[in-house]
Every structure is written in structure tokens, then in C-alpha cells.
Nanobody, 125 residues
Framework: QVQLVESGGGLVQTGGSLRLSCAAS????????MGWFRQAPGKEREFVAA????????YYADSVKGRFTISRDNAKDTVYLQMNSLKPEDTAVYYC??????????????????WGKGTLVTVSS
């Protein structure tokens, strides 16, 4: 009974900040790389950020580097995405994902083991 439940999405104005959370259950969280993906209206799902099992390695899409930060707390089985300096182009449904692959492999693959249902982030101009 694997579950990934995202929270923290909402409406924010350009330049604002938002922190997304993803609570995991039903699997050994610390054995998985975790990541965030997003899908904007009319667009394909794209990679946003990933983090290794112990948090030692992180990876980001060029479009969010310097603005977003991924982190995890294995004691809480939770992964986070801190989003700062938000832009209208960040508007999308954000999905949490878990995979047995290394974090670096998540950046180039959408074949994750587990997906959350997503949380909507809307950035107004």
C-alpha cells in the first residue's frame, strides 16, 4: 500500500515562495531516490529536482537552478521542495516520485517506481 501524498501547493504571486511536501508510506523510504516533476497545461511532464537516498546528492533542471531546493528527512519519510522567486512559467501540477535508481538517473527518466497524485502550483503575474 504505497502512497506518496503531496501538499503545499496553492496560489502565489510572481516572486513569492512556496514549500511543497511529499509524505511517503508503504515502502522503505531511505532506500529510494526521491524527485519532483511537474506538468504544465499543454506540456509534457518534466523533471524538476532529485535527491539521493541519503541527501548527499541533488540535481536540478536548468530552469529552476538557484531558485528551488530539494531536501529530505528520512526520519519523517518526507521529501520537500522549497520554491523561491517563483515565475508564472512555474505554474504546473507538481508530482512527487520515488525510485530505486540513483538520483542522477531520475533526471533523465520518467519511469519511476511510484508517483504521487500531484499538487497544483499557480503563480500569478
Amino acid at each position: 500500500q504505497v502512497q506518496l501524498v503531496e501538499s503545499g501547493g496553492g496560489l502565489v504571486q510572481t516572486g513569492g515562495s512556496l514549500r511543497l511536501s511529499c509524505a511517503a508510506s508503504g515502502f522503505t523510504f531511505s532506500s529510494f531516490s526521491m524527485g519532483w516533476f511537474r506538468q504544465a497545461p499543454g506540456k509534457e511532464r518534466e523533471f524538476v529536482a532529485a535527491i539521493s537516498w541519503n541527501g548527499a546528492n541533488t540535481y536540478y533542471a536548468d530552469s529552476v537552478k538557484g531558485r528551488f531546493t530539494i531536501s529530505r528527512d528520512n526520519a519523517k519519510d518526507t521529501v520537500y521542495l522549497q520554491m523561491n522567486s517563483l515565475k508564472p512559467e512555474d505554474t504546473a501540477v507538481y508530482y512527487c516520485a520515488a525510485d530505486r535508481k540513483s538520483a542522477t538517473m531520475m533526471a533523465g527518466s520518467y519511469g519511476m517506481d511510484y508517483w504521487g497524485k500531484g499538487t497544483l502550483v499557480t503563480v500569478s503575474s
